[in-house]
């Protein structure tokens, strides 16, 4: 039976290795992703089973999407769901996975460290996956989530897509070689800055501001751009 969205629990098993958090952390992290499938997938109409083999004709887009500062909730899904929309899977990690996690929403070095990790934990299992496209493997987040994505460092992902985080005048840590999309809400109150991306970062990305506060996903704006940005960053990927 064919089904219009399908978002599930999938328990997932890392590899065993010399790790400075715990690997019981590190592993609940990545058991409590959630993942949710596009609605053009042939496969995943129930439970997903990490072995089922064949089943998708070609492989799917990926996308590794870092929460905001409160956690998987409404407006985390409302973006992820843009991505679904275009195709991709995406998989969620929790950070509130982490014992004792508390909120603390902001810019603290420690928790973009924690957002990082999770972001190559994550990472790491979909390489795994045969049925994901490993040439279209992109980082998102929204929020908190868009500034880990922001600043994220090294060129392990394909593409960057930061949504709702503002910018500040702090290092943008991506890749040049790796490009990046950058969406924020014009009328954002939340965020400490709400400068031009292009006053601030240099290289290869694309800045934009739709007339929203800041959630961006309900404007028809944002999955445009996001459509024709990744369209664009992935022309080429056979």
Known sequence: MQISKLVCLIAISLTAGCVTTSELTKSKIVDFARVSFPITSECFTGPLTLQDEGCQK???PAVVFLHGCSG?????????????????????????ARPNRSSSCGRANSVLGWRHEEARLMLERVRQF???DQNRVVLAGFSEGGIAAAEYGGDDFNAVVAIGFGCSKRNFKASSNIPALHINGRHDTEVSDNSLCSDVFRGQFEAIYVDTGHPVAHDPKTKATIDKFLSTAFADVK
């Open 58 to 60: 070609e492989p799917l």
């Open 72 to 96: 998987l909730n409404g407006r985390q899904f409302d973006h992820i769901s843009i991505f679904n929309e275009l195709g991709y899977v995406v998989f969620a990690p929790s950070s509130f």
């Open 130 to 132: 045969d049925w994901v």
